[in-house]
């Protein structure tokens, strides 16, 4: 609020974010100089509560970071022993053989991880070295200095009543402020849109593209775990309706990690990404896996898949984007999280250098230049066409080609040079009256649930006395636009259930919004065809509160 007065703290560096960009980058100003200040601001209710991943965990990140991390018990102890890829169908499926594929494919020496477990032990890592953890601080707003620059945020803000006001117990937070602030809020940060906004950082690059991943952790039959087990899936039930395919991890004590990606470049709006995923699970390969199994606890957030050609512009003046705020992620690898470490090394060193110069406020260019020509770069560049001929070309003709050019690209030439997105997420949304509706099948409640069903396992809490955080630009698009030329897709790209088209006694429908279901995806902010929904920051601690996700 714009007339609030409020204390003031100040840092070296502020760092958004307790993912694993922000914590390596905490980490890495500390173990540099030990009297550098330093504070990481979580808005989970704590360190690990927003994190989703796969996960697969390629270990240089650590490596680089924490090269004894095996010693100071990271848990990281779950080595890949099998790598399996198969195209599914409806009725079976045919391995793909390891053997073409190029070699950075390969999960050797990867591991399968919790990633909120590793940020968990990275906070603590964190903390010993003296670093200002504080969970359940969100950060609503930027605070920017007098030439224009971004000098800090505005952390820990509580109680605003629904209509906006000021509650009986309003806390009106306090301005964190620092010579430099790291974003590393991963995913369509709500800070990182705003500085790529105002900075015009997109300029220049390609759209950025996304993905929306799910994801459950099942307790399995012991006989049927295979620790170690490394599995993918293309095909069936996408087919051509979407881009994506599956994961399944064997970890440790009988359980596996089931998930699926949808990519958000879509065309049909009647496409349901969650019941796709409740869908797959009936295929009779993974039906058998999970059968007399139990779920015990479900997530999804969307993944940036646009790659090096929509990586925007990394700095600012006083602000660095790290990580998933960026888009790091390796699309055929489905890893991002190396790249966030690295990134998150990177921006410490380049911050380190420049307080070391007596610099504050300024662009940190050492940092960008890091990232786009080492190892971040050169990981994203060999891969950088399989995300647009997947989009232009479907799935058989993206393997060919996109395996061929990976090769090549591993040889050190690319007879396709860079390839474009061409559109964004939202804008690749055909009309409704372009496509057929497509039928699925009602959840049987033993492998598929339903999204409400599933949401109580996502222990999503919001306090519901404070405004929708979910804000709509124009409150007439969603009947007056959405429904009648799109069908209403906010109805079913939301992974939780939180957007409903109602209709009460013979009236027109009305658009509801259960914000309290929000599991912080964002996959709202990215596919509505209008753009007219914009995520932010509810209240510190709100939202999901994921188990070793």
């Known amino acids: ?64 970071l924490i090269p004894d991390w095996k010693e100071k018990g990271a848990p990281v102890t779950i080595p890949v022993k099998e790598d399996n890829f198969y195209m599914l169908g409806e009725a079976g499926q045919v391995r793909i053989p390891n053997f073409p594929m190029p070699p950075l494919m390969n999960n050797h020496g990867n591991y ?68 430099y602030v790291f974003l590393g809020e991963g995913v369509r940060g709500s800070l990182s849109k705003e500085v790529i906004a105002k900075y015009d950082l997109s300029a220049g690059k390609e759209p950025q593209k996304f993905g929306l991943g799910m994801k459950e952790i099942w307790e399995i039959d012991p006989a049927k775990h295979k620790e170690g087990t490394v599995t993918h899936t293309m095909g069936w039930p996408l087919g051509s309706k979407a881009g994506g395919g599956s994961f399944i991890y064997h970890l440790d004590n009988n359980q596996v990690y089931v998930g ?24 009779p390969m993974v039906a058998e896996l999970l059968k007399g199994g139990k779920r015990v606890a479900y997530g999804a957030r969307a993944i940036t898949e646009g790659g090096y050609q929509s990586m925007p512009k990394m700095v600012a003046p006083g602000v660095a984007l790290l990580g998933c705020s960026v888009g790091m992620v390796n699309v055929p690898r489905i890893k991002g999280n190396h790249n966030a470490m690295l ?65 090549c690209n591993t040889l050190g030439f690319s007879l396709l040079g860079t390839l474009g997105h061409d559109k964004s997420d939202a804008d690749a949304t055909e009309p409704a009256e372009k496509h057929k509706e497509i039928s ?85 902010d990215i596919k509505d065809p209008s753009q007219n929904i914009n995520w932010t920051t509810p209240q510190g601690g709100d939202g999901p509160n994921y188990p070793n996700m």
């Open 112 to 179: 399968i991880v919790s990633m909120g477990n590793v940020c968990r032990w990275m906070a603590e890592q964190a903390e010993e070295l003296g670093v200002e953890v504080f969970p359940g601080m969100a950060c609503s707003e930027l605070v920017y200095g007098e030439n224009g620059e971004v000098k800090g945020v505005v952390a820990g803000e509580f109680g605003i009543s629904a209509d906006g006001t000021k509650g009986d117990g309003y806390e009106p937070g306090m301005e964190l402020l620092g010579k």
């Open 260 to 283: 699926f990606v949808v990519h958000l470049g879509y065309k049909n709006p009647y496409v349901f990404p969650y019941m796709e995923f409740q869908q797959f699970k009936h295929h």
């Open 440 to 524: 699925y099948p009602k959840p049987d409640g033993k492998l598929s649930f339903d999204r409400l069903t599933n949401v109580a396992f996502s222990f999503t809490n919001h306090e519901e006395s404070q405004p929708a955080h979910l804000k709509l630009k124009d409150p007439s698009i969603p009947v007056d636009r959405n429904l009648p030329v799109y069908a209403g897709p906010s109805a079913r790209y939301c992974p939780a259930g939180v957007y409903e088209f109602v209709t009460e006694d013979g009236k027109d429908p009305r658009f509801v919004i259960n914000f309290q279901n929000c599991v912080h995806c964002k996959t709202c």
């Open 343 to 407: 990134s998150g090394k990177a921006a410490a060193e380049a911050a380190f250098d420049a307080i070391k110069a007596d610099r504050s406020g300024d662009e940190l260019t050492a940092y960008e230049d890091d990232v786009r020509g080492g190892a971040i770069g050169k990981d994203l560049k060999k891969v950088r066409n399989v995300k647009p001929l997947w989009s232009k070309y479907g799935l058989t003709a993206s393997l060919a080609l996109g395996g061929f050019d990976m090769w």
């Open 1 to 64: 609020m714009a007339d609030t007065e409020r204390e003031a703290m100040e840092y070296d560096v502020v760092i958004v974010g307790a993912g694993p960009a922000g914590l390596s980058a905490a980490i890495r100003l500390k173990q540099l100089d030990a009297d550098l200040t330093v504070v990481v601001l979580e808005k989970g209710s704590e360190v690990g509560a927003h994190i989703l991943s796969g996960a697969v965990l390629d270990p240089c990140g650590l490596d680089a």
